[in-house]
């Protein structure tokens, strides 16, 4: 007979946050390290976010989730002082 699997947990919806900035609002996920396995580009600073970094996700509250843009965390917060580099 086979060995049982623990019954795996319920998915939880996740809650991405609202921001207000002087550009609109904004939805705001926090990427652990574990789970980004992509490399992207930051449009605050133009570097690579390597995988296995911690990151922002952003993406207008009014735009489709295919605007969304990969910032590294302290630069998302100086985006009000300094903008995007693209």
Sequence with gaps: MGRR??????ATPREDVIEEH???DWYVRS?????STKTYRC???????????????????HAHADDR???HSPCWRARDRRGPTR
């Design 5 to 10: 699997r623990p019954a795996r947990k319920p």
């Design 22 to 24: 002087a550009d609109g």
């Design 31 to 35: 990427i652990t390290g574990s789970s």
């Design 43 to 61: 449009p605050g600073c133009d570097h690579e976010i390597v995988p296995a970094t911690p990151h922002i996700v952003a993406w207008p509250v």
């Design 69 to 71: 843009r990969h910032w």
